[in-house]
C-alpha cells in the first residue's frame, strides 16, 4: 500500500465509486470528518472573460475539487455586491452578483457539485448588510426613530453638536466604527462603513434571515458558513456603553474581559440566534451544517458548535499556532477535548481568504507579526520557498492526520505562497485605506489561481485577472503539477485518497515516548502520524510508510520539516 508518492500520471476523472459512502449518502453526520474547500469565487476561475472569476468558472472546473478527494466545496459570498469587502458587503443575500452569474448558473454549478459527490456550502453573512442594501438605503432616507432605522443601529452623537460618535468602539478593519449620515446621526458599522451593523434585536431581522436559510436549504445548499457568528447580539440598552482601555477591535481584548460581557463581541444572546436556526437547518433532510466563524477563544467557541446550534465553528488557535510541537500538542488536545464536550467535531484550517497562507507564514520566525512582513513586501524575513513548500507540506499532513472535519482554501493544494509584494495601487481590500496604510491587508492570499503555465492569467480566464499574478505562478499551475511526481498537488491528491481509506472514528492517542519536537499520534490504532518539527533528524518510526510529505528516499530517518503517516 506504499504511497510515498504515485510515479505515474493519475487519471484525471474523480474516481465516484471509491467516494466514502457515509459522505455521499443521506448521512446527517457527512461533515463530521469532512474536507472542505473553499472556493473564493472572485479569484477561482473566470468564465466569461471580466477579470473577476465566476460561477461558470467554478462548475467549469468543479473536476479539479472531485479530482482532488475534497468532499464539500465552500463558496465564499457570490451575491450583488460593490465589493467594499470582497463580497462580505452584501446587498441582497437571495441573488447572485450579475457579474458572477444568475440563479440558474447557481443551481447548475450545485447540480453539478452533487453529480460529482460534492456537498455545497455558502457564506451567509448576518451581521451586517452592504450600504447599498435596499433597507439601508430606506433607512437613510427614514426619520430618527423610524421602523426603517431600527433594522441598523443609528445613534444621535455626543458632543455639544452631536460631532463625536456614541461611543468609542472600533471598526475591526481600523478606526470608529460609527459613521456620521448627512442628517447628523451616526449608524454602527463594526467593519467598513459600507457595511452597516444589522440589529438583531429587530424581529423582521431576524425573520429575514430565516427566509434566507430556508431559500438556500430549498435550492439544494448541504451546510452554511456563518460570517461574524460571535458579532450579531449587541448590548444595545442605554447609554451604550465604551470598552474603555479593552482593545482596539476587541475581539483581541475578549481573554481579558469577563465572559459574555463585551458589549458587541461574543454575547451570551448569540446563541438563543443559532438555537432558533438549527429548528430550521434540522428540518431538511439530511440537516444543514453550519459552521461558526467566531474569533473567541476556544471554550466559549465549543458553545456555537453545540448539536442544538451550529454543529461546528473553526478553530482558529490552530491556524495561529506556530510551528513548534509542544504548541501545536496543547492546542490539538484542547480542541479535541472541548468539541467533544460540545458533542461537535473538532474543525483544522491552516489558511483562508483572511490570512497570510500558511506557504508562507508558517516560515516566519515565531513572534513575527504577519501584517507587518507584508508591509515590508515580504523582504523582511525574506523567505525560503523550497524550505517553506516543505514546511508547508507537513502541517498539511498532520492536519490532515487530525479527527474531524479539515478546511482547505483554494491554492493551497498548489502549494501557493502568500503574494507579499502587490503593489499599493493593485491594492483592493478596504483595510489598506482603512488602517491608513499600516496594514496592507488579505489581497495576497486573494490572488487568482493559476490553472495552467502560460496565458493572459495562468488559464484563469481568457484576459488579465483582477489582481495581478507573479510570473512564478506559472510553475504553481494545476497542469504543472498534474501527474508531477513529487507536486504539492499530487501530495494532496494521495493525502485525500488515502484519509478517506483509513478514516475511522474520532479518536486520537498520543504515543506516550518522543522527543520534544516530534507529534506523534495514532488514530483508532489504524494509522499514525509523525511529524518532526525541530531541526535535526530523528529515527523513524517502524512501520510501513502509506504516505510522506516529501520523498524519504528509503532513509531511516524522519527529517526535520517532515510528516509521515504510517501502517501500526
Ligand atoms: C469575516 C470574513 O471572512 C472577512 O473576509 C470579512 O471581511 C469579515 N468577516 C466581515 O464580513
Known sequence: MADDFPDHAPDRSPDLSSRNPDL???????????????????????????????????????????????????????????????????????DVDPRLGTLDDFDALTAEAHRLGLKVVVDIVPNHTSHLHPWFQEALRA??????????????????HGELPPTDWQ???????????????????????????????????????????????????????????????????????????????GEESLPRVAPGSHPYWDRDEVHEIYRDWRTILDAYCPPRTA?????????????????????????????????????LREVITGSLATARAAGASATWVL?????????????????????????SDGRVPALDTDAASRRARAATLLMLALPGSAYLYQGEELGLPEVADLPAEALKDPVWEQSGHTSKGRDGCRVPLPWTPAGPSYGFGPGPAWLPQPPSFAAYAVEAQTGTQGSTLELYRSALRLRRKLLEGETLTWTADHPADV???????????????GTVPVPLPAGEVLLASVPLGGSALLLPDTTVWLAP
Open 24 to 94: 455521499s449518502s443521506k448521512n446527517p453526520d457527512w461533515w463530521r470528518q469532512s474536507v472542505v474547500y473553499q472556493v473564493y469565487p472572485r479569484s477561482f476561475a473566470d468564465a466569461d472573460g471580466d477579470g473577476l472569476g465566476d460561477l461558470r468558472g467554478v462548475t467549469e472546473r468543479l473536476n479539479h475539487l472531485a479530482t482532488l478527494g475534497v468532499d464539500a466545496v465552500w463558496l465564499s459570498p457570490f451575491y450583488p455586491s460593490e465589493l467594499a469587502d470582497g463580497g462580505y458587503d452584501v446587498a441582497d443575500h437571495r
Open 171 to 249: 471598526s475591526v478593519f481600523g478606526g470608529s466604527a460609527w459613521r456620521r449620515t448627512a442628517d447628523g446621526a451616526w449608524y454602527l458599522h463594526l467593519f467598513a462603513p459600507e457595511q452597516p451593523d444589522l440589529n438583531w434585536g429587530n424581529e423582521e431581522v431576524r425573520a429575514d434571515f430565516r427566509t434566507t436559510l430556508r431559500f438556500w436549504s430549498d435550492r439544494g445548499v448541504d451546510g452554511f458558513r456563518v460570517d461574524v457568528a460571535h458579532g450579531l447580539a449587541k448590548d444595545l440598552t442605554e447609554p451604550l456603553r465604551d470598552i474603555g482601555g479593552v482593545g482596539a477591535t
Open 291 to 327: 459552521v461558526a466563524e467566531a474569533w473567541v477563544p476556544d471554550l466559549r467557541r465549543a458553545r456555537y458548535a453545540r448539536p442544538d446550534e451550529l454543529g461546528q465553528a473553526f478553530n482558529f488557535e490552530y491556524l495561529q499556532a506556530s510551528w513548534d510541537a509542544a504548541a
Open 519 to 533: 507529534l506523534d499520534f495514532s488514530r483508532s490504532g489504524a494509522w499514525r502520524c509523525v511529524t518532526n518539527l
Open 143 to 160: 426619520a430618527p426613530g423610524s421602523a426603517a432605522r431600527d433594522r441598523y443601529v443609528f445613534r444621535p452623537g455626543r458632543g455639544v
Open 351 to 375: 489558511s483562508n481568504h483572511d490570512v497570510v497562507r500558511h506557504a508562507s507564514r508558517l516560515m516566519l520566525p515565531a513572534g513575527t507579526d504577519p501584517g507587518s512582513w507584508l508591509l
